[in-house]
């Protein structure tokens, strides 16, 4: 089955054609418009989604080596995400769809990233527990099959992406700052300002807000001249007490869940020093840990289009739905199988 997906929830566009489970192509545009207002702007992001969604498909399918009429069926990101971006990309894919004559599936996007982590390799053994951590969303979930998912925690404020962007953008980094703030901290030293661990209570649940103001208040404390020579231990102390609130999370979830594998998905996947403790945290339970390459870990259609094949494969065919911006696991269909 040949499958062209289209992801266009948020900043990035991308376009993947995939045959079988197996990727052909995936063509990704993250959209800078947004860097000079130091976040996302919804219009902005659904007009530039307007303009590039046409010539990114089309250089998929060239890239694949596929033509439209070869395709079997389209898929699109429907929800959760913003609405203006996320009916450019369904509109568009449902508009070829209707036009051969072909189904359309509309996919959840955080149900994509969870499986992510087999984009490049085997199937991963379940149950796995899922990390998913990007400038939207920072969730811990445990994967116990297909559409058999349990939310074990969330933030209760900003996401751990959106933690990293406010930071950096109060030492001057540009958005998103997340890349910078992670290769400036690895010259930091992470004991310089012990702030706090956020939320260290029982739950599963993330809270990164106060940590943010903590960091704020301490750089007020600052005179110009020492704040210029203090940034890299600042962000090291940042990201030390932000990722130690994270794998204390996921520590205990691993003890309560035992799962087979742990997946860090999203954006903030990308980072170093939480790839690092990741890993420390699945050998020490003797637990295998995927991280999926750079261009999956963030917002990608090869991921969709991946997600469209395993339902397909396994028969289940969503009720048709339009796009959806919020979307939460909870509220996904049950397993209703096509006919
Ligand atoms: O998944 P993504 O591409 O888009 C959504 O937010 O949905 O994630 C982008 C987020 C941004 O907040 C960015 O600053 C963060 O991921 N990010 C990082 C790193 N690379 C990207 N955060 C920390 N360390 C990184 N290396
Ligand atoms: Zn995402």
Known sequence: MLIAAIESSCDENSVAVMRDGRLLAVHTRTQTIHQQFGGVVPELAGRSHLELVDPLTQSALESAGVGV????????????????????GASYARGLATALA????????????????????????????????????????????????????????????????KVGKLVGLKFPAGADVDRIAASGNRKSFPFPTPLPDASFNFSFSGLKTAF??????????DKAAVVPDLLASFQEAALTSVIMKMRRAVEEVRPRALVVAGGVAANSSLRAKVSDLGGEFGIPCRFPALKFCGDNAAMIAYLCHKLESAGIADPPAVVRPQWSLDALPARSHAS
């Open 216 to 225: 704020l208040y301490k750089l007020r404390a600052m005179s110009d001249g």
């Open 102 to 165: 072909k189904p359309f599936r509309g996919i959840n996007h955080v149900e994509a990233h969870l499986w992510s982590g087999e984009l490049e390799g085997d199937p991963i053994e379940l149950p796995f527990l899922v990390l998913l951590v990007s400038g939207g969303h920072s969730l811990l979930i445990e994967v116990e099959d297909l559409r058999h998912y349990r939310v074990l925690g969330t933030t209760l404020d900003d996401a751990l992406g959106e933690a990293y962007d």
């Open 69 to 88: 009429h070869d395709l079997d069926l389209f898929a699109a990101t429907v929800g959760p995400g913003l609405i203006g971006s996320l009916l450019v």
